[in-house]
């Protein structure tokens, strides 16, 4: 008989909390939404280099990173819009047990989407909620990728804002006019946001 | 007009050398491969333990985090263990780019599953794989779960080891006898396998 077939193999456990102390910050979801060139993704990144300077572990979640990995068998129906939202939920919710603050930066336009995301995590302040609110005229004249000319002439279906609805958040934890100021204050704010939940130190 | 509606917003960017930077420590998957109570998930959890200790970020994916969330719409036929493989891999990816050290212990009994999820990683080397090494009676005589005692009855199908094969790695880069080892030895293996190839600092 092996040496160690009767050994009792016992099951050590990191905790979250064990990861917070290390880290000496919280983990949380910051969940950016917005319509196509609200500035979702550039602010997620902007936030996430200010959190960089003062020591905190963080990720970014976008359509860079996902869209073409673990959602690749996805499209942009319905159906594949809420598996794909579900998915980056989920992941979310492993950066988050790992200590992680993570943010994602998806239009997810779908308000029950995004509510199942908040029911995903284990408290409910574990999920914050960002609007990036720019009006639609701007994001349209903005047009980065060329994408609302596109959807104008017929030739992206289900373009959200165009021909597929936008779905506001109702109570946000957070708003930020991403229409009409500069990115070093939006950044700020959600800054400013993350000291007064403490979830991050005051300087 | 609106104010910045013509400002350009640059993209900030925390590269995974920053985070690397930041924890002193690489990033990488470690891959445990193996049977149904072959050790691979106490080893991992044991191993994070140790990293911990050592103030290394890690995280630890397995059934119990993965199973009903991120994949709990997968079944355990061969066309779902890949997908579900396939995604475990492209989460672990998203970890290893955020600087974490990720853990992850699956049976994985397919050598194309674990071969493609070397293919995901940025550099071969961040893919570890390591065999746990334990003789299938040895996995039955244990039997921790009663798994093998129902597969043996019929009562689960496609049971690695008794209906469904195990793949065991060709050239795996680690090899850990979980079979005949206390695991605090088996601990010490993969923690000096780290620290060879410079991916944790020597203490």
Redesign the interface.
Known sequence: ?????N?V??????TRS??EQ??RHGSAILWFTGLSGS?K???A??V??EL?RR?C???V?DGD??RH??CGDLGFSEIDRTENIR?IG??A???V????IVLTAFISPFRIDRERVRM?VERAEDFIEIFCDC?LE?CE??DVKGLYQRARKGEIADFTGISSPYEQPEKPDLVIDT?????SACVSEVISYLQQRKLIPAL
Chains 1, 2 share one sequence.
């Open positions: 008989m092996s040496k160690s077939s050994t193999w016992h099951q050590a456990t990191i064990n990861r290390l880290n500035g993704s550039t602010l990144h902007a996430e280099d960089y020591g572990r963080t990720t979640l990173n996902v990995g673990l998915r989920q992941v919710t492993l950066f047990d790992a200590g992680v995903m009006p701007v004249q903005r229409g009409h100021q500069e990115l």
